[in-house]
């Protein structure tokens, strides 16, 4: 069966998903525990018990929702690497990794978001890096400096490097990020997520035309972002 959307030009490709389990891997887990829970409530009369798990296994299902998505890949593309909220569209030095003036786009999720992050282009990691101590609300301008982070940079093959931070929240704790220096990621592939409410940004290096302005709505792995 072909797998494609539609071809919009010869640079950009539209291609859905095939199928997955529509549930992230990360919050197995989490949902065992409450359906667990359930049964034992159910098995032992507690029904109260049992009510709080199910209520539990059904926000860990609604948070861990990953459902398919239609990608847009292409060379020339940047494609968001998650769901949520622009709040900020700038210039900014990027020392770590890139070692430059880059532009810098920020993006804000909710814990109603699908919070599954994705590579926004294809290319190989050379960079990977933990840091900060903070749980400030991440919407927040000093959350970029301070809060718990994961940063990803990815090198391209034509040489361009482009990187990606993961910021965790006032609710959010933890980071998950898949990735190690030297593997190769495809445009769209999945590289983790953050609990529960957060924010990622992107650091892409000129020249790029940013195609996002702050309060645009985005959807990883569907939404360009930007154009090389």
């Given at each position: 069966?072909?797998n494609?959307?539609?071809?919009k030009?010869?640079?950009?490709?539209?291609?859905?998903?095939?199928?997955?389990?529509?549930?992230a891997?990360?919050?197995?887990?989490?949902?065992?525990?409450?359906?667990a829970?359930?049964?034992?409530?159910?098995?032992?009369?507690?029904y109260?018990?049992?009510?709080?798990?199910l209520?539990?296994?059904?926000?860990?299902?609604?948070?861990?929702?990953?459902?398919?998505?239609?990608?847009?890949?292409?060379?020339?593309?940047?494609?968001?690497?998650?769901?949520?909220?622009?709040?900020?569209?700038?210039?900014?030095?990027?020392?770590?990794f890139?070692?430059?003036?880059?532009?810098?786009?920020?993006?804000?999720?909710?814990?109603?978001?699908?919070?599954?992050?994705?590579?926004p282009?294809?290319?190989?990691?050379?960079?990977?890096?933990?840091?900060?101590?903070?749980?400030?609300?991440?919407s927040?301008?000093?959350?970029?400096?301070?809060n718990?982070?994961?940063?990803?940079a990815?090198?391209?093959?034509?040489?361009?490097?482009v990187?990606i931070?993961?910021i965790v929240?006032?609710?959010?704790?933890?980071i998950v990020?898949?990735p190690q220096?030297?593997?190769n990621?495809?445009?769209?592939?999945?590289?983790?997520?953050?609990?529960?409410?957060?924010?990622?940004?992107?650091?892409l290096?000129?020249?790029?035309?940013?195609?996002?302005?702050?309060?645009?709505?985005?959807?990883?792995?569907?939404?360009?972002?930007?154009?090389?």
């Amino acid at each position: 069966m072909d797998n494609t959307c539609s071809q919009k030009t010869k640079a950009v490709v539209e291609t859905r998903e095939d199928f997955h389990f529509p549930f992230a891997r990360e919050g197995f887990f989490l949902i065992g525990i409450g359906l667990a829970g359930v049964a034992c409530g159910l098995f032992l009369k507690f029904y109260g018990f049992a009510g709080v798990f199910l209520l539990f296994t059904l926000f860990s299902l609604y948070f861990f929702r990953d459902p398919r998505r239609c990608l847009k890949i292409g060379p020339e593309i940047i494609i968001s690497p998650a769901d949520g909220r622009i709040i900020e569209v700038g210039r900014i030095r990027e020392d770590n990794f890139l070692k430059a003036e880059v532009n810098w786009v920020v993006i804000f999720m909710s814990p109603l978001n699908v919070h599954v992050n994705r590579a926004p282009v294809t290319g190989r990691v050379f960079g990977k890096e933990k840091s900060g101590r903070a749980y400030l609300v991440a919407s927040r301008p000093e959350a970029a400096r301070r809060n718990v982070q994961v940063s990803l940079a990815f090198r391209m093959e034509n040489g361009r490097g482009v990187m990606i931070k993961q910021i965790v929240g006032a609710v959010a704790r933890r980071i998950v990020c898949h990735p190690q220096v030297g593997d190769n990621l495809r445009q769209g592939e999945r590289i983790g997520l953050i609990r529960f409410g957060s924010r990622v940004e992107i650091f892409l290096p000129d020249p790029v035309r940013i195609k996002v302005r702050p309060g645009d709505l985005v959807r990883g792995g569907e939404t360009i972002i930007g154009e090389w």
